[in-house]
């Protein structure tokens, strides 16, 4: 078993940055992929960010490449999203996800989920 808790969302101007993170607590973490996903009002979750269980690798979304940082400390037990260049379209409920197996975009294949946090970004 798994607890995440997901902080430092908030409101933004566009253009602006905001970093977020995960804390997990339980079982080893460093065994799971992590991920980030959201859910914009009216629209399904999802896929944002994911990261191996060492942190070697990562993985993004088209619509954040270049703009979204996904990383992990697993001595702090903890995954980050840091966000720049936010733009209105990032506004959302921001997730955090594990999987105890590789990393992946289809959110039905990840075991444990935050409570989520919500970005908002000012046009």
């Known amino acids: 078993q798994v607890q995440l808790v997901e902080s430092g969302g908030g409101l933004v101007q566009a253009g602006g940055s905001l970093r977020l993170s995960c804390a997990a607590s339980g079982d080893t973490f460093n065994m799971y992929a992590m991920a980030w996903f959201r859910q914009a009002p009216g629209k399904e979750r999802e896929f944002v960010a994911a990261?191996?269980?060492?942190?070697?690798?990562?993985w993004y979304a088209d619509s954040v490449k270049g703009r979204f940082t996904i990383s992990r400390d697993n001595a702090k037990n903890t995954v980050y999203l840091q966000m720049n260049s936010l733009k209105f379209e990032d506004t959302a409920v921001y997730y955090c996800?594990?999987?105890?197996?590789?990393?992946?975009?289809?959110?039905?294949?990840?075991?444990?989920w935050g409570q989520g946090t919500q970005v908002t970004v000012s046009s």
């Open positions: 990261i191996s269980w060492s942190g070697s690798n990562t």
């Open positions: 996800a594990a999987r105890d197996g590789p990393h992946c975009d289809y959110d039905y294949k990840y075991d444990y």
